[in-house]
């Protein structure tokens, strides 16, 4: 319950940019196209399944990924916490972890939330539950029951973000550990990687039935050349330090005197399955972050699974020190209940939840709620809310709409997926683009002209495109498509970051 306490306003967040491109591929999914072959996705699959489910279970709306993220952080801090209490831990320290890694994780911001890495490392933190209660067996058969799901949700978390795959070391911690409690056997490798593999097997098999292994493999090679984009050093040594540091003195502190402690004892040889467990996740996750090489924060959430167990050894060394030095002994309840209280207080997250709160009684209308989170610069939901609400008066549910722009989200809100393949431009805007694309987007118009062409403005994003040019700019030097607009429509609308063109068969 522990999420819940602490995240419970993240339910009524916006998308970000990101939740709307992929809860608009997911609507797409529903509404019969089908992923890659139909709608240009440049994520692994597990992303769109994921926002699929949210709307499968939760109805159309943008706060549906939301509650589902929000079960999947409650799931995995389950399993954490079972997880370090089946390796025979205080309960002071699976609270704790569990804690660290909710406080920290809810004190990033909306944009940070519900991201293709923090399902990842969900997924293993699921992977590590299935290994912690494998070693409980011998070399039987229960025990490579448990390693082969175990290896499944490595792959899951694979297909999710394919830079988590270094994590699979976990399955090498009964051998880096000297401990009689746990053995390492090689076949417990074998049926690891077995299960990941049969996981695997089973999006290729997915992809191949629905004629979509060729275009997902056309678009991951495409993105190659994405992988050039580097943030700078500074991004990529302070997303890491942000994450603990950046909102929460407590969480900050505690991460600190946790991981040097933890390192302190293993230099010290004084080490044990926890401390190593914490050290390679650590280190795995700063790794999935800096392989990606853009400097964001969210990249960095899997590191959370090692800053985590270091909160919650620290939590404990702490008690250990009171208890010592003022003969105070907390028992359970009482030092889980300042704790919590503690980092509610510290993470600012009791002011939001209220706000929240408050928000739900008084039924604050969502562009007042949603104010509240625009960050007027390249995106800003509040605009393209009111925006849609604007085309909503213009336009009939049957007329189809193409946007120019990176602003993906406005296809959910108006309830239409995209159907020229193409939801964002993203592809024709980066540095690198050779126009492979826009013959193929040029024939798509123009076999099922769109009622409304609408061009974005203000959203460069030089991070992701190698250039600061928006949309808007980007069409000026794409003269197969500015020249099919001009001929074809006419401006009807401008709003400070749209413009919208209604097809001249009317006019």
């Known amino acids: 319950m522990i999420p819940i306490i602490i995240g419970a306003y993240t339910l009524s967040e916006p998308f970000g940019r990101d939740q709307g491109i992929h809860a608009t591929i997911a609507f797409s999914l529903q509404s019969g196209l089908t992923t890659y072959l139909d709608v240009f996705n440049i994520k692994p699959p597990m992303t769109t399944a994921m926002h699929w489910l949210a709307l499968e279970v939760f109805g159309h709306s943008i706060f549906s990924i939301r509650y589902l993220d929000m079960l999947f952080v409650m799931l995995g801090m389950a399993c954490l916490t079972s997880s370090i209490l089946r390796l025979g831990y205080e309960k002071i320290i699976a609270l704790g972890a569990s804690v660290g890694f909710s406080s920290m994780y809810y004190s990033l911001t909306y944009w940070e939330h519900a991201q293709t890495d923090e399902w990842a490392i969900i997924c293993i933190i699921i992977c590590f539950f299935f290994l912690t209660v494998s070693w409980k067996y011998s070399a039987s058969y229960k025990r490579f029951i448990f390693i082969f799901f175990a290896g499944v949700f490595i792959g899951i978390g694979f297909s999710y973000k394919y830079t988590v795959a270094a994590t699979g070391i976990l399955v090498f911690i009964p051998l880096l550990v000297k401990e009689d409690s746990i053995q390492f056997y090689w076949r417990d490798l074998f049926w690891f990687i077995f299960g990941g593999g049969v996981f695997l097997c089973f999006i290729i098999i997915i992809l191949l039935a629905t004629d979509s292994f060729v275009p997902f493999i056309e678009i991951q090679n495409f993105l190659r050349g994405y992988l050039n984009y580097n943030g700078s050093m500074l991004h990529l040594l302070s997303a890491p330090v942000t994450i603990a540091l950046g909102h929460s003195i407590v969480n900050g502190t505690l991460v600190l005197f946790g991981g040097g402690m933890v390192v302190a004892r293993f230099f010290r040889q004084k080490t044990n399955i926890l401390h190593v467990t914490a050290i390679i996740l650590t280190l795995c996750g700063g790794l999935s972050g800096y392989v990606q090489g853009k400097g964001f924060i969210y990249h960095f959430i899997p590191i959370l699974f090692g800053y985590s167990l270091f909160f919650g050894c620290a939590v404990n060394e702490v008690l250990i020190i009171i208890k010592k030095r003022f003969n105070i002994n907390f028992n359970y309840l009482t030092s889980s209940f300042v704790l919590v209280v503690i980092v509610i207080l510290d993470t600012g ?39 849609s609400n604007m085309l909503s008066e213009i336009r009939q549910p049957d007329e189809d709409i193409f946007i120019w722009g990176y602003e993906t989200g406005l296809y959910f809100l108006q309830e239409t997926p995209p159907k020229y393949r193409y939801p964002y431009i993203w592809p024709f805007s980066t540095s690198f683009y050779d126009g492979r694309y826009t013959r193929d987007l040029l024939n798509r118009l123009k076999r099922f002209p769109p009622k409304y062409f609408i061009v974005q403005k203000k959203d460069a994003t030089p991070w992701v495109t190698g250039h600061e040019l928006d949309s808007q700019q980007v069409l000026q030097n794409n003269l197969l498509i500015k020249h099919y607009l001009i001929k074809n429509f006419k401006k009807t609308l401008e709003t400070d970051r749209f413009n ?8």
């Open 500 to 507: 919208l063109w209604t097809n001249n068969v009317d006019w």
């Open 349 to 387: 997250t009791l002011r939001i939840n209220t706000f929240s709160l408050r928000d739900a009684f008084e039924k604050t209308s969502l562009e007042t709620r949603f104010n509240r989170y625009d960050i007027h610069a390249d995106y800003s939901f509040p605009a393209t809310l009111k925006f």
